[in-house]
């Protein structure tokens, strides 16, 4: 005997652990039949866990008359169910105008700054934001996504829980019951509710899916709303597992800094489309900001960027720009694509080309084997600690890949330009010369001494980029362990 609605929502509840003893329910009324059915059902399952109930109800200025009967439809009805109820009036027309946003974007972006505004006047310890979705909520959405090729993420439907920034948790219990259960269960109750005019305009893609799409779908099959929730919830636990994958191989693949992202160009050459398309969608959002409206189109452009030559751009949407660097692709708000890039970690300052930045010697042996990175304004620093097999394995003679015999290295090291005192070693009995005669020697051009990239420990100089490694670190036959290092990108390209 299939459940009732109360039943179903009530097993939801405690199945998925949406609500909990002394939680802050803050539920979102607009009067339609799904909201109501909540905030009835919510009130109902009190009774068996003890918990705070009151409802937020927001105004969206759209709909004139219509929509201030709505505010007092919902009004009323707390007053008679005892429960405080907190009324937003927005003006979502003319923050459309003002954000150049469409109505449905900008109601819904108002619509949680007034859930969060009034959950963040709260003292309660757990705070949780109750959303009216359905499972035909859900088949619509996830329709929706396939049309747009949104990917995996979009297919999985909405999800039956999230967090919002303020320390609220949105939790939607109604998932698991349909439009028609939902009204079958207020007609029981002798329930009224109010019927937004807008949900039958089709010039919404949702309402057009709503109409059309799922009505011959349900032709089809009957189940097709729950079947759809089904495979949505697969697909869902699907996604949450290669955004952990992807989460982990990003920390290796994308380099951050204050300008945007580096995507190595390694990611498509080692991982999947599917890991490697996730590491970008995140580095994508993760420089917009936001992850609304980043298609599978746009991670698709990016992936074929990283195949292109060195110097090609593509535009992404919030205004971000992505380059085809000699590392891989550079992701950037537009107004800093001016082919510069910012440093990494820095000692001092803002400006890295001038203070340079610290090298952890814990970092690089915590994650043995692993390369660090670093970008520079002019190209990209990467190390590694790792042993060293003297059989097996030769000394490159290249002009950016050294090896140095980490085992003589004893202090944290800097990668910065020259300063007084900076001294080379010359050979294995430890002579030393400045570093300025050793440029002189070298006929660098005075205006030029400055620019060059040093590895430092301290006043030693291990790496004098383009030139000679310092004999203190030069690997030997009871060498255990070495520091590789190689600097690339820009002007520095091996021959």
């Given at each position: 005997?299939?459940?009732?609605?109360?039943?179903?929502?009530?097993?939801?509840?405690?199945?998925?652990?949406?609500?909990?003893?002394?939680d802050?329910?803050?539920?979102?009324?607009?009067g339609g039949?799904d909201?109501?059915?909540?905030?009835l059902?919510?009130?109902?399952?009190?009774?068996?866990?003890?918990?705070?109930?009151?409802v937020?109800?927001v105004?969206?200025?759209?709909?004139?008359?219509?929509s201030?009967?709505?505010?007092?439809?919902?009004?009323?009805?707390?007053e008679?169910?005892?429960?405080?109820?907190?009324?937003?009036?927005?003006?979502?027309?003319?923050?459309?105008?003002?954000?150049?946003?469409?109505?449905e974007?900008?109601?819904?972006?108002?619509?949680?700054?007034?859930?969060?505004?009034?959950?963040?006047?709260?003292?309660?310890?757990?705070?949780?934001?109750?959303?009216?979705?359905h499972?035909?909520?859900?088949?619509?959405?996830?329709?929706?996504?396939?049309a747009?090729?949104?990917?995996?993420?979009?297919?999985?439907?909405?999800?039956?829980?999230?967090?919002?920034?303020?320390?609220?948790t949105?939790?939607?219990?109604?998932?698991?019951?349909?439009?028609?259960?939902i009204?079958?269960?207020?007609?029981?109750?002798?329930?009224?509710?109010r019927?937004?005019?807008?949900?039958e305009?089709?010039?919404?893609?949702?309402?057009r899916?709503?109409?059309?799409?799922?009505?011959?779908?349900?032709?089809?099959?009957?189940?097709?709303v729950?079947?759809?929730?089904?495979?949505?919830?697969?697909?869902?636990e699907?996604?949450?597992?290669?955004?952990?994958?992807?989460?982990?191989?990003?920390?290796?693949m994308?380099?951050w800094?204050?300008?945007?992202?580096?995507?190595?160009?390694?990611?498509?050459?080692?991982?999947?489309?599917?890991?490697?398309?996730?590491?970008?969608?995140?580095?994508?959002?993760?420089?917009?900001?936001?992850n609304?409206?980043?298609?599978?189109?746009?991670?698709?452009a990016?992936?074929?960027?990283a195949?292109?030559?060195?110097?090609r751009?593509?535009?992404?949407?919030?205004?971000?720009?992505?380059?085809?660097?000699?590392e891989?692709?550079?992701?950037?708000?537009?107004?800093?694509?001016?082919?510069?890039?910012?440093?990494?970690k820095?000692?001092?300052?803002?400006?890295?080309a001038?203070?340079?930045?610290e090298?952890?010697?814990?970092?690089?042996?915590?994650?043995?084997?692993?390369?660090?990175?670093?970008?520079?304004p002019?190209?990209?620093?990467?190390?590694?600690?790792?042993?060293?097999?003297?059989?097996?394995?030769k000394?490159?003679?290249?002009?950016?890949?050294?090896?140095?015999?980490?085992?003589?290295?004893?202090?944290?090291?800097?990668?910065?330009k020259?300063a007084?005192?900076?001294?080379?070693?010359i050979?294995?009995?430890?002579?030393?010369?400045?570093?300025?005669?050793?440029?002189?020697?070298?006929?660098?051009?005075?205006?030029?001494?400055?620019?060059i990239?040093?590895?430092?420990?301290?006043?030693?100089?291990?790496?004098?980029?383009?030139?000679?490694?310092?004999?203190?670190?030069?690997?030997?036959?009871?060498?255990?362990?070495i520091?590789?290092?190689?600097?690339?990108?820009?002007n520095?390209?091996?021959?």
């Open positions: 005997m299939e459940r009732t609605v109360r039943e179903k929502v009530f097993a939801w509840i405690e199945q998925k652990k949406l609500i909990q003893k002394d802050m329910v803050f539920v979102g009324v607009s039949a909201s109501v059915c909540l905030l059902l919510l009130l109902e399952y009190r009774k068996r866990v003890p918990f705070s109930v009151q937020v109800h105004e969206h200025g759209i709909r004139g008359e219509e201030r009967e709505d505010a007092e439809f919902t009004r009323k009805l707390c008679r169910l005892d429960v405080v109820c907190h009324i937003c009036e927005v003006d979502v027309p003319g923050y459309a105008r003002e954000h150049r946003m469409g109505l974007e900008a109601a819904r972006s108002l619509r949680y700054d007034c859930f969060r505004r009034v959950a963040g006047e709260s003292s309660a310890a757990v705070k949780k934001l109750a959303l009216a979705h499972a035909d909520d859900n088949a619509e959405t996830v329709l929706f996504q396939l747009r090729g949104s990917g995996v993420r979009g297919l999985g439907g909405i999800r039956m829980m999230r967090e919002l920034t303020g320390g609220v949105v939790i939607r219990p109604l998932l698991g019951v349909t439009r028609a259960q009204e079958g269960y207020l007609r029981e109750q002798g329930a009224d509710w019927t937004d005019a807008t949900n305009d089709t010039g919404y893609s949702r309402n899916i709503r109409h059309n799409v799922l009505p011959e779908l349900l032709k089809v099959n009957g189940r097709a729950e079947h759809i929730a089904q495979s949505a919830a697969q697909l869902s699907l996604s949450d597992y290669v955004e952990r994958e992807a989460a982990g191989i990003a920390q290796r994308c380099l800094d204050a300008g945007g992202c580096v995507v190595f160009k390694e990611l498509f050459e080692r991982y999947p489309a599917v890991l490697s398309g996730e590491v970008v969608y995140q580095a994508v959002s993760g420089v917009a900001g936001s609304r409206d980043i298609g599978s189109v746009h991670i698709q990016v992936e074929r960027l195949g292109l030559q060195v110097g751009r593509v535009t992404l949407p919030y205004g971000i720009l992505a380059e085809r660097v000699y891989g692709v550079r992701l950037m708000r537009e107004a800093q694509g001016s082919g510069q890039q910012s440093g990494g820095r000692c001092h300052g803002d400006d890295p001038q203070e340079g930045f090298i952890s010697l814990e970092e690089l042996e915590e994650k043995e084997g692993e390369w660090k990175t670093f970008l520079l002019d190209g990209c620093l990467r190390l590694r600690v790792r042993t060293f097999d003297e059989e097996t394995e000394i490159p003679k290249k002009t950016y890949t050294k090896l140095l015999n980490y085992d003589k290295i004893k202090h944290s090291m800097q990668f910065r020259r007084g005192g900076d001294y080379l070693t050979d294995g009995d430890g002579h030393r010369k400045k570093l300025k005669e050793y440029l002189i020697e070298e006929k660098v051009p005075r205006g030029q001494r400055d620019d990239w040093l590895l430092a420990e301290e006043s030693h100089v291990l790496w004098a980029v383009g030139k000679r490694i310092s004999a203190g670190c030069r690997v030997d036959p009871d060498t255990k362990k520091l590789e290092v190689q600097i690339s990108g820009g520095y390209r091996e021959d």
